[in-house]
Nanobody, 122 residues
Framework: VQLQASGGGLAQAGGSLTLSCAAS????????MAWFRQAPGKEREFVAA????????HYADSVKGRFTISRDRAKKTVTLQMNSLKPEDTAVYYC????????????????WGRGTQVTVSS
């Protein structure tokens, strides 16, 4: 499986951006897809995840109610809709995948896409 993230850019505080992650190659029903982010000087942190099969979602508290993760199994894509953006959302965003259940630890994911920069101005 390979992942390709896209959709980053510049937004003002309160604005919206949509990130997409396209998966190529073989995918399995028990995969789950996640978004992480890493701000300068900080560790990579979990943002959101969705299970490939049932579409079960999980969010970090910092984005709950503002971000929505979804998947399109036919298109093999995962979308992160980011609303009500804050300057603290500024980071490089990465999509990742793993088999089995949702995990919030980045070390639990073995396949990563290249990051896409999200910058939120105040």
């Amino acid at each position: 499986v390979q992942l390709q993230a896209s959709g980053g850019g510049l937004a003002q505080a309160g604005g919206s951006l949509t990130l997409s992650c396209a998966a190529s190659g073989r995918t399995f029903q028990n995969y789950n897809m996640a978004w992480f982010r890493q701000a300068p000087g900080k560790e990579r942190e979990f943002v959101a995840a969705v299970t490939w099969n049932l579409g079960t979602t999980h969010y970090a508290d910092s984005v709950k109610g503002r971000f929505t993760i979804s998947r399109d199994r036919a298109k093999k894509t995962v979308t992160l809709q980011m609303n009500s953006l804050k300057p603290e959302d500024t980071a490089v965003y990465y999509c990742a995948t793993r088999t089995m259940g949702i995990e919030t630890r980045s070390a639990a994911y073995n396949i990563w896409g290249r990051g896409t920069q999200v910058t939120v101005s105040s």
